[in-house]
């Protein structure tokens, strides 16, 4: 099984900044199947990006997607009021896992 | 417009049974796996397994095979989730989610169902 892990698991900024995740991963993740998905305090999660690097639709491009092999990054250019939520990173190959989580607060 | 929507909370003691659906719309429900997403008091998203509606190919995390079983009835358009015995440790949101193929991310999801399980 691929492990996921992604750092911080907390970053605290204020809007406008911007704001970068990392998602390191245990071995290779085939194909850059890697998504990331954000979710807001009782809602299910979104997705933002798939293949590491596509938006999916509706996305804002000042959110963006980069990375392949086990070291992934999701940046926010700069945060608006409504990006303030956790970010989960996934890798979708055989057997798919999810890393734990970055919360991304108001600072 | 592509909807999931999943059946409401429920309350269960352990050890009794439990299924759960979630119910696609907007879309030929055939063609797109359904998949069962796990989120546990405050903490982050598990994958559980996924299922293919068209033939019923189901694959399973590691985790959770043999834990849970999931199946669909195409007929209605309806994905489950089902528990033979619930433990205290099943008390958690459960989400449900279309993926394209067998390599794609989850594009949309359910609203989740509330899961909790005491005695």
């Known amino acids: 099984e691929i492990v996921l892990t992604q750092s911080p698991g907390t970053l605290s900024l204020s809007p406008g900044e911007r704001a970068t995740l990392s998602c390191r991963a245990s071995q290779s993740v085939s194909s850059s199947f890697l998504a990331w998905y954000q979710q807001k305090r009782g809602q299910a999660p979104r997705l933002l990006i798939y293949?590491?690097?596509s938006r999916a639709t509706g996305i804002p491009d000042r959110f963006s997607g980069s990375g392949s092999g086990t070291d992934f990054t999701l940046t926010i250019s700069r945060l608006e009021p409504e990006d303030f939520a956790v970010y989960y990173c996934q890798q979708y190959g055989s057997s798919p896992t999810f890393g734990q989580g970055t919360k991304v607060e108001i600072k | 417009e592509v909807q999931l929507v999943q059946s409401g909370a429920e309350v269960k003691k352990p050890g009794e049974s439990l299924k759960i659906s979630c119910k696609g719309s907007g879309y030929y429900f055939t063609n797109y796996w359904i998949g069962w997403v796990r989120q546990m008091p405050g903490k982050g998203l598990e994958w559980m397994g996924v299922?293919?509606?068209?033939?019923?190919?189901?694959r399973y995390s590691p985790s959770f095979q043999g834990q849970v079983t999931i199946s669909a009835d195409k007929s209605i358009s309806t994905a489950f989730l089902h528990w033979s015995s619930l433990k205290a440790s099943d008390t958690a949101m459960y989400y449900c989610?279309?993926?394209?193929?067998?390599?794609?991310?989850?594009?949309?999801w359910g609203q989740g169902t509330l899961v909790t399980v005491s005695s």
């Open positions: 299922i293919y509606p068209g033939d019923s190919d189901t």
């Open positions: 989610a279309r993926q394209t193929s067998g390599y794609f991310p989850f594009d949309y």
């Open positions: 293949g590491a690097s």
